[in-house]
């Protein structure tokens, strides 16, 4: 930008010294047609006054690009602006709705593991009361039915915390790519 400036200002003094060097030569009146009437006046004078006049207007265009381009950056700045905090509110949104059907699932799973508990501590009295004769029997295969429940339940914990892990990895790696994918703030 420098440069530009620096070479509009020699093109004027280039000008100015040459309209000084020839100061008589360009206010000698001349005889001047127009097409329907001719008249008498400096042509050179003129002719500077054109290229004055050319170089308002083309400074005025200027101004008018300049101000055309910063109203449009701030507009594009504030869509960014209002695109950037849809994106942030869709995010939370999800995290929300994460948290929510986690918090659902998991109390389904515990009312479930609740309700297996009690089922089995039914099943048990029952299996307890028929085989009172056979006390030794009974309480070995009822061990090996509550460490077989135990290990069940262990497993389906494990597994559900495996999904969990996963799913939230996955979330994770879909914040991570939306993240990137949005642009920097300048």
């Known amino acids: 930008m420098k440069f530009i400036a620096l070479l509009l200002a020699f093109i004027l003094l280039t000008a100015t010294a040459f309209a000084a060097l020839n100061w008589p030569t360009l206010v000698a009146p001349t005889a001047v047609s127009i097409g329907v009437a001719e008249f008498n006046a400096p042509l050179g004078l003129l002719m500077f006054g054109v290229l004055a006049l050319l170089t308002v207007l083309f400074l005025v265009f200027v101004v008018y690009l300049q101000t055309t381009l910063m109203l449009a950056t701030r507009r594009h700045a504030q869509e960014l602006q209002d695109h950037r905090k849809l994106a942030t509110q869709a ?73 969990l892990d996963t799913e939230k990895r996955r979330e994770q790696r879909e914040s991570d790519t939306e993240s990137s994918l949005l642009p920097e703030k300048e």
Do not use: C, P
Not at 106 to 121: G, K, V, Y
Not at 136 to 141: L, N, S
């Open 91 to 163: 995010e939370t949104s999800r995290f929300t709705e994460l948290r929510n059907y986690l918090e659902k699932e998991l109390a389904r799973q515990s009312e479930a593991a609740e309700n297996t508990r009690a089922e089995m501590l039914n099943r048990l009295e029952l299996v307890e009361n028929a085989l009172l004769g056979r006390l030794d029997e009974a309480e070995k295969d009822l061990l090996a039915s509550v460490e077989q429940s135990g290990n069940t339940l262990t497993a389906y914990i494990g597994e559900l915390e495996d999904r």
